[in-house]
């Protein structure tokens, strides 16, 4: 497609149940981020993915948070466990190597909202 | 470690009239700095951004920003306010250097309110 796809776009789930969020990035971008936005709590990092490097995990919240990309493509969220607190809306991001000229634009998914009850 | 802060959570301004949104970053190097706005329902879309070279950049919709090293900040600034302009407005701050893996971090956000 012509733009990030995430999927699902809203998910409710009861505590303690384990979520899946997906990102398909654009293509050919090698760089993949996911973040969580908060009310009022701005754009928290989570995970970076570049290329073939070992991703970036240093803004995971707990070890309840894990992520994926097969095949530098498309990238899966798991939360495991679900608490109240894990509700916010995950945004996914791309963008291509930091080398080039379009070096750190990202471009952002519409996310996917997850309310915890 | 890098960070970013927005000190202004909420702005008000009139429409027509001048605004600045301020950033001021940590960073080890200099940073590739951006700013990014969230309309209402909207996802996150890159306003400008700054890498190198003339300080002063242009961005889309009449924004530019200032990056001035001596004092950490890449305020955003427009001259005429717009009701389309109403948003959140995220700075951030990214770019590789030792130590770091080139993730953006981005600031905590400014919502812009706009009055007729």
């Known amino acids: 497609g012509a733009g990030v796809s995430q999927s699902p776009s809203n998910k409710v789930t009861e505590k303690g149940k384990d979520v899946e969020l997906r990102c398909d990035p654009i293509s050919g971008h090698t760089a993949l981020y996911w973040y969580r936005q908060s009310l009022g709590q701005g754009l928290e990092f989570l995970i970076y993915f570049q290329g073939n490097s070992a991703p970036d995990k240093s803004g995971l919240p707990s070890d309840r948070f894990s992520a994926e990309r097969t095949g530098g493509s498309v990238s899966t969220l798991t939360i495991q466990r679900t608490q109240q607190e894990d509700s916010a809306v995950y945004l996914c991001a791309s963008s291509r190597d930091l080398a080039g000229a379009g070096a750190g634009e990202l471009f952002f998914g519409e996310g996917s909202r997850l309310t915890v009850l | 470690a890098q960070s970013v802060t927005q000190p202004d959570i909420h702005i008000t301004v009139s429409e027509g009239a001048s605004l600045e949104l301020r950033c001021n970053y940590s960073?080890?190097?200099?940073?590739?700095l951006f700013w990014y706005v969230q309309s209402p329902g909207q996802g996150l879309q890159l306003l400008l951004k700054?890498?190198?070279?003339?300080?002063l950049v242009q961005g889309i919709k009449g924004f530019e920003a200032e990056f001035k090293r001596s004092q950490s900040s890449f305020n955003l600034r427009k001259p005429s306010v717009h009701w389309s302009d109403a948003a959140e407005y995220f700075c951030?701050?990214?770019?590789?250097?030792?130590?770091?893996?080139?993730?953006?971090?981005f600031g905590q956000g400014t919502t812009l309110q706009v009055k007729p």
């Open positions: 960073y080890g190097a200099t940073p590739y």
């Open positions: 700054y890498f190198s070279g003339d300080t």
């Open positions: 951030a701050v990214g770019g590789l250097l030792a130590g770091n893996t080139g993730k953006l971090i």
